[in-house]
């Protein structure tokens, strides 16, 4: 079975891109196979139209349809902007929208400065995946605090994370399988 994950920060120094690069590590160390696709690397135009209705689609979003179709699980990273999730994932998720994600489980990973890990863009992203008529696992890994439990490398630093990274890989995978 082959895992996206989503990272979802774009922002200059960003931290919530450690969560995906240790749910890159954690899900490698289980066996599987797992890419990361970057929205701060893939830089997508922002939406004019779903890309089934573009007439002449960049090729960037082709290729990265290409990529989601290869695909049979997802986990979405993002952090909390305003009690919500990031502009540029709901712009990609918007472009490819149901075409690439219907009937895909799809995990949600959040990570904020704060003590709140980032919950209301958790439970947010969850109705979202529901509106593509995905399948939201019901367990979220919430990252409070990001700094303080992952390296720049996603390495992880407080070792009471690692419990719960490790509790929400083993699930996810669990979930995904059952698809
Ligand atoms: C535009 C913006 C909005 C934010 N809104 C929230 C928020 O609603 N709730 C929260 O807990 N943290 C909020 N924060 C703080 C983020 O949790 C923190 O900056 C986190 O590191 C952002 O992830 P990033 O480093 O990947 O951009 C906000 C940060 C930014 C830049």
Not at 96 to 103: D, M, N, Q, R, S
């Amino acid at each position: 079975m082959h895992i996206s994950i989503i990272s979802g920060s774009t922002r200059t120094g960003r931290t919530s891109h450690r969560v995906a690069l240790a749910l890159n590590i954690a899900l490698q160390q289980h066996g599987a196979a797992c890419t990361i696709i970057d929205l701060q690397e893939v830089q997508l135009p922002p939406f004019t139209e779903r890309l089934q209705f573009l007439e002449n689609p960049p090729a960037i979003l082709q290729q990265t349809a290409d990529r989601l179709r290869q695909t049979k699980a997802l986990i979405f990273v993002t952090p909390e902007y305003n009690g919500g999730i990031t502009g540029a994932l709901k712009n990609f998720i918007d472009v490819f929208g149901k075409a690439e994600f219907a009937g895909k489980p799809i995990g949600v990973a959040t990570a904020s400065a704060g003590i709140m890990g980032g919950v209301r863009a958790a439970y947010q992203l969850q109705q979202t995946i529901l509106a593509l008529q995905a399948y939201p696992q019901p367990q979220m890994l919430l990252a409070a605090e990001v700094t303080k439990q992952l390296d720049e490398t996603g390495v992880v630093i407080n070792p009471a994370f690692s419990a719960k990274l490790d509790m929400f890989v083993n699930s996810f995978i669990t979930f995904a399988g059952k698809f």
